[in-house]
């Protein structure tokens, strides 16, 4: 009689940061009806994968979850695995950090479920071969990655049917392959399809074992799954079905199997994850090509062909691909060597510290693809404010509580230094890039980046989006995420600009005319110099006890004449700062521009009535989703509800500040959303030079509490 293995298994994760009503729903339509489900077939063996940060949620709102997870484990019914314990993309993190992940989550499972995972779940696949000894030295035997990984090697499909061996500096770790026919069959047609093919690939000897572990989310979460799933019944029919055929499709445990079972053979897989996943991470115009070209193939070749020798790029190029998530990543770095240098007898606060670190070590708002965070701000903030708050206790035991610092490093590894100026009250970052901040940290009970904003890119979706005005999904009701066709929104469509310049405070802008903000906003202004793109040199970086002072200059061409800016920032011990910028024009003739300074900051919820903008110390708007212009010396941007500050920006002389959102078009699993990021501040100001005169412009910037 012919028999197949079969390994079914869920991971199951919401980010650090996340809303509660997320987890909420997310439980009730998903991870609570699965189990329900579950637990009612008892022929069936299943392996679940729960997050750190999601077990710690689940433990506190529903326990009963727990209890019925520990009573299936102890009735040898499921097998639970480890990974990082708030799921960080294991190759970013320093080597240090993964260990402390691991054991953190072995610990949680040894000690709500009395059981020692062998098994660990990696964060969106991401493999790197070096990973092998992080992962054994900790107690963990095996993982599962995509079969495309294995291709790769060159494997010989026939053989896919097992698991394998791969070792490291004298470590070694066996890797199941993930089927994708099974991921893309599962839930999303209808169960005979499925117990087809199961049947098809069975043998005589029985020995061969096939792997479907992905997103618990996918039942009943996903756009779609709820009705398909539950209330059309898939996922009992599906059980049902398996039960039916028990002695032909034998689920079990990867540890039972490989109790039973040897591997197949050694082999050596090269960096990767999911072909999703090495698809996203390629810039826009390359990654439309590349899936053109894919899906012209697919027509025509095998699959198998396609998948082994055409691949995506690299997962850390989003460090390549976004700005922003390098930012957070180095300061991720940074923190974690800093928290090394708190001495033992700092042993309590050292903890706290790690533990803020972990969390912002989460890999969700680091990336971006149809999943990934980095589009949502709501993600980026959390992870910065765990990242702050383990800084600021490490600053006070390692310099003191009343430390004032300046050091000048790469911080982003970018080949150039940049200033970090720390204090008791607030963190910066200064960048030679248009002599701009790049991080404004506050440090209270809610920390915030007030610079954690993000630049609008052309995405590929972008592209794709503008092709799909007619397509309805195949004419496929039930289709995973990845075969959606999103369409842009007419409403929305306006707003499909692309940036410049980065998203942050301080960038130089020299234009021909004077904007409205509506014009600056969408980009319908005349650039007459590129100071915005250009990289300043640092003259000074000075710092005593009550100031720093920072300066970068910069000679370029504004409409063909030479003109010198100098950007000198006065950084004080309480936080606030001021920004001297001095234009001199260095040709033999008279000109005349309009300055133009973005500052972007962000209060996170743009239209919520309780964040809104001042001028002249009067509330001028609804919420921060207004546009607008206001002219005088001072404006503002207002939280009375979460953080409770002003962000306050003075003026030397009478200015015209612009004022307006940022918004993202971004791919939300089943559509194209738009998204407030943050507000866009311009301080405008027309100058008139004659031949070698110089002028100097001054504000001030500093944060009042409400």
């Keep these: 009689m012919k028999t197949i293995n079969l390994i079914l298994g869920n991971h199951n994760h919401q980010p650090v940061g996340n809303f509660d009503f997320v987890f909420e729903s997310t439980y009730q339509k998903a991870y609570k009806p699965f189990l329900d489900i579950l637990t009612k077939y008892k022929d069936i063996k299943f392996n679940f994968h729960y997050?750190?940060?999601?077990?710690?949620?689940?433990?506190?709102?529903?326990?009963?979850h727990i209890e019925a997870l520990k009573k299936l484990a102890d009735d040898n019914r499921i097998e639970l695995q480890s990974g990082g314990f708030y799921e960080p993309i294991m190759p970013s993190i320093p080597d240090k950090d993964k260990d402390i992940q691991i054991k953190r989550l072995n610990e949680y499972i040894e000690d709500k479920f009395n059981l020692t995972p062998k098994g660990a779940w990696l964060a969106e696949r991401v493999w790197e071969p070096t990973l092998v000894k992080n992962l054994a030295k900790n107690g963990i035997k095996y993982i599962m990655l995509d079969d495309s990984q294995f291709l790769t090697t060159g494997i010989d499909t026939k053989n896919m049917f097992g698991y394998f061996i791969t070792d490291n500096e004298s470590y070694k770790l066996n890797i199941f392959p993930i089927s994708q026919e099974l991921r893309y069959l599962i839930p999303f047609r209808d169960v005979e399809k499925s117990i087809e093919y199961l049947k098809s690939i069975a043998t005589e000897d029985g020995n061969r074992v096939v792997v479907l572990h992905d997103d618990g989310e996918k039942y009943g979460d996903w756009p779609g799954t709820q009705k398909w799933v539950y209330e059309d019944k898939w996922l009992e029919k599906f059980f049902e079905a398996l039960t039916k055929e028990k002695d032909t499709i034998i689920t079990t445990t990867y540890s039972e199997y490989m109790e039973r079972h040897a591997p197949v053979s050694k082999i050596y897989i090269p960096t990767g994850s999911y072909e999703e996943m090495l698809t996203w991470v390629l810039p826009a115009e390359t990654q439309y090509e590349f899936h053109k070209k894919q899906q012209e193939l697919k027509k025509d070749e095998n699959n198998e062909i396609i998948t082994r020798f055409m691949r995506g790029g690299f997962w850390r190029n989003y460090f390549y691909k976004y700005s922003e998530s390098n930012r957070m990543n180095k300061r991720m770095i940074f923190t974690s060597n800093l928290i090394g240098e708190i001495t033992e007898s700092n042993y309590k606060e050292k903890e706290i510290a790690l533990n803020y670190l972990l969390k912002g070590q989460c890999n969700c708002p680091y990336w971006h693809g149809t999943f990934g965070g980095l589009y949502l701000n709501n993600l980026r903030h959390e992870t910065y404010a765990n990242l702050i708050k383990a800084t600021t206790i490490s600053l006070e035991k390692v310099y003191?509580?009343?430390?004032?610092?300046?050091?000048?490093?790469?911080?982003?590894?970018?080949?150039?230094?940049?200033?970090?100026?720390?204090?008791?009250?607030?963190?910066?970052?200064?960048?030679?890039?248009?002599?701009?901040?790049?991080?404004?940290d506050i440090k209270k009970e809610n920390p915030i980046n007030l610079i954690d904003c993000l630049k609008r890119r052309k995405e590929s979706y972008h592209i794709e989006a503008m092709k799909n005005a007619d397509t309805n999904n195949n004419g496929n009701e039930h289709v995973s995420i990845h075969e959606i066709a999103k369409k842009v929104d007419e409403k929305i469509a306006k707003y499909l600009v692309f940036d410049k310049n980065e998203k942050v405070f301080g960038v130089d802008h020299f234009l021909n005319k004077m904007p409205t903000a509506e014009e600056f906003q969408l980009l319908k202004y005349e650039e007459n110099a590129s100071f915005y793109e250009e990289y300043y040199n640092i003259l000074e970086n000075l710092i005593n006890k009550d100031y720093a002072t920072v300066s970068f200059e910069k000679t370029s061409k504004v409409n063909d004449k030479d003109i010198h800016l100098i950007k000198r920032y006065v950084i004080n011990n309480d936080g606030t700062f001021s920004l001297d910028v001095i234009i001199e024009n260095k040709s033999n003739e008279d000109t005349e521009f309009i300055y133009a300074l973005e500052n972007n900051i962000t209060l996170l919820a743009g239209q919520e009535k309780d964040r809104y903008y001042i001028g002249g110390g009067v509330r001028i708007s609804d919420n921060l989703s207004d546009i607008g212009e206001y002219t005088g010396t001072s404006f503002a941007m207002a939280d009375e509800g979460y953080i409770k500050i002003n962000v306050m920006i003075e003026s030397s002389e009478e200015t015209s500040f612009l004022y307006m959102p940022n918004y993202t078009i971004s791919d939300a699993v089943d559509k194209l959303e738009m998204n407030y990021q943050n507000s866009t501040i311009v301080c405008c100001k027309k100058i008139s030079l004659k031949a070698g005169e110089k002028i100097k412009y001054k504000i001030k910037a500093y944060v009042k509490d409400i």
């Design 51 to 64: 997050t750190g940060c999601l077990l710690e949620w689940i433990e506190k709102h529903h326990p009963e």
């Design 400 to 440: 003191g509580r009343k430390h004032f610092l300046s050091h000048n490093m790469d911080f982003d590894m970018d080949g150039r230094d940049e200033v970090m100026i720390s204090s008791e009250s607030a963190d910066f970052i200064l960048h030679s890039l248009s002599g701009s901040i790049i991080e404004w």
